[in-house]
Nanobody, 123 residues
Framework: QVQLVESGGGLVQAGGSLRLSCAAS????????VGWFRQAPGKEREFVAA????????GYADSVRGRFSISRDNAKNTVYLQMNSLKPEDTAVYYC????????????????WGQGTQVTVSS
């Protein structure tokens, strides 16, 4: 079965950096687009970043553009989210999601989701 496992979350001070990883199994990873979403307490899940199957196309939410960078290593079945200049408002559970299409989407139209990893940014 398809599994997505996030890792790399933790507690960091404002201005710091973290790199999240999303390891996939049970699918032909190189044919899937992958997105990162986040959900803060009391808020709806929101789009953060996404990448197409080859890594040639990426998208970002306005709130993270210029600070976050998404990439993938298809040989390792892994997608990364490099998060720099973190702010307290970036605090949330971060989820990766995959869909069996070449292109990514801003919406929640991803059938496969991981369990999430907590990111906490202190001020």
């Amino acid at each position: 079965q398809v599994q997505l496992v996030e890792s790399g979350g933790g507690l960091v001070q404002a201005g710091g950096s973290l790199r999240l990883s999303c390891a996939a199994s049970g699918l032909t990873f190189s044919t899937y687009a992958v997105g990162w979403f986040r959900q803060a307490p009391g808020k709806e899940r929101e789009f953060v970043a996404a990448i197409n199957w080859s890594g040639s196309s990426t998208g970002y939410a306005d709130s993270v553009r210029g600070r976050f960078s998404i990439s993938r290593d298809n040989a390792k079945n892994t997608v990364y989210l490099q998060m720099n200049s973190l702010k307290p408002e970036d605090t949330a559970v971060y989820y990766c999601a995959a869909r069996g299409m070449a292109s990514w989407s801003y919406s929640n139209q991803y059938p496969y989701w991981g369990q999430g990893t907590q990111v906490t940014v202190s001020s």
